[in-house]
């Protein structure tokens, strides 16, 4: 249990854009920031399974919004609400952004 815990942190993901160019744009640095951070998602929302919801049909800004609600819900208990603690307004935008571009998420 705590390897699948350990595995659904929003821990450091830098590391892995280190060799990015002079040349990347803001929309690359930001599409590579979201596929870093999609990684965590895809552990529950990836297999098709009907246990939680599935993010690839919705609409960018509906996701952007939901994932800010688990964000900003002081009260919140799930695993979501802990989750998104975790991630800055950037980063939830990022995530957005990536998995409702086609072909990425």
Same mark, same amino acid.
């Given at each position: 249990?705590?390897?699948?815990?350990?595995?659904?942190?929003?821990?450091?993901?830098?590391?892995?854009?280190?060799?990015? !160019?002079?040349? !990347? !744009?803001?929309?690359?640095?930001?599409?590579?920031?979201?596929?870093?951070?999609?990684?965590?998602?895809?552990?529950?929302?990836?297999?098709?399974?009907?246990?939680?919801?599935?993010?690839?049909?919705?609409?960018?800004?509906?996701?952007? +919004?939901?994932?800010? +609600?688990?964000?900003?819900? +002081?009260?919140?208990?799930?695993?979501?609400?802990?989750?998104?603690?975790?991630?800055?307004?950037?980063?939830?935008?990022?995530? +957005?952004?990536?998995? !409702?571009?086609?072909?990425?998420?």
């Amino acid at each position: 249990m705590a390897l699948l815990v350990a595995g659904c942190s929003a821990g450091d993901t830098t590391s892995g854009t280190s060799a990015q !160019t002079a040349e !990347t !744009t803001p929309v690359d640095d930001q599409r590579l920031r979201g596929q870093s951070l999609a990684l965590t998602c895809s552990g529950c929302h990836g297999g098709g399974g009907a246990a939680v919801p599935d993010y690839r049909h919705l609409d960018r800004d509906l996701l952007e +919004a939901r994932l800010l +609600a688990y964000r900003e819900d +002081a009260n919140g208990k799930t695993v979501m609400h802990r989750l998104m603690r975790g991630y800055d307004e950037a980063d939830i935008s990022a995530v +957005a952004a990536y998995l !409702t571009t086609p072909g990425d998420g």
